[in-house]
T-cell receptor, first 113, second 112 residues
């Protein structure tokens, strides 16, 4: 199956700053997704990123806080803006393959201090 | 709000036993169902997908789907200590073929 390289794998950031997470897929995928996994919780979808159009955000997530880019079919970025300690979480990107079988990047463990 | 519910666990089984993981979902329009395994500190990895009613077997894993009951399960036969992980149930939802809603996961421990 396809492989996603996600970076950084972890970071510790100061509150009020922003962090951009990158995902590179080794093949073309139509749709990519960004998830958040808070400590002890399951995955929550942040947004769906399609190439050539604006990302579609889920309820509770807004573009100003989580801007997303999708410049081509193998790459996407998620920025966590104006961070606060509540943004401390694992962020995961995924792509779909075949019949909606999603595969994930390695995750970014973010700690905001 | 579309929901996916899993038995809360943690679930502990002896090595060699059958582990049974259960999941119910609220969206009758869900079409695709997945089980992911997540080791501590790692990202989820797909272990089973199922799309039609009945059983699907892959090695030691069997997924069962009952759309009428809105129920999907995962059986792990001959459980091994390496199966110890959190198992996440995920279903497509919201009328989409791609958007996944995840359950909170069941922590499985296989004791040697």
């Amino acid at each position: 199956s396809a492989v996603i390289s996600q970076k950084p794998s972890r970071d510790i950031c100061q509150r009020g700053t922003s962090l951009t997470i990158q995902c590179q897929v080794d093949s073309q995928v139509t749709m990519m997704f960004w998830y958040r996994q808070q400590p002890g919780q399951s995955l929550t979808l942040i947004a769906t990123a399609n190439q050539g159009s604006e990302a579609t955000y889920e309820s509770g997530f807004v573009i100003d806080k989580f801007p997303i880019s999708r410049p081509n079919l193998t790459f996407s970025t998620l920025t966590v803006s104006n961070m606060s300690p509540e943004d401390s979480s694992i962020y995961l990107c995924s792509g779909e393959e075949g019949h909606t079988e999603a595969f994930f990047g390695q995750g970014t463990r973010l700690t905001v201090v | 709000q579309k929901e996916v519910e899993q038995n809360s666990g943690p679930l502990s089984v002896p090595e060699g036993a059958i582990a049974s993981l259960n999941c119910t979902y609220s969206d009758r329009g869900s079409q695709s169902f997945f089980w992911y395994r997540q080791y501590s500190g790692k990202s989820p990895e797909l272990i089973m997908s199922i799309y039609s009613n009945g059983d699907k077997e892959d090695g030691r894993f069997t997924a069962q789907l009952n759309k009428a009951s809105q129920y999907v399960s995962l059986l792990i036969r001959d459980s091994q200590p390496s199966d110890s992980a959190t198992y996440l149930c995920a279903v497509t939802s919201g009328g989409s073929n791609y958007k996944l809603t995840f359950g909170k996961g069941t922590l499985l421990t296989v004791n040697p």
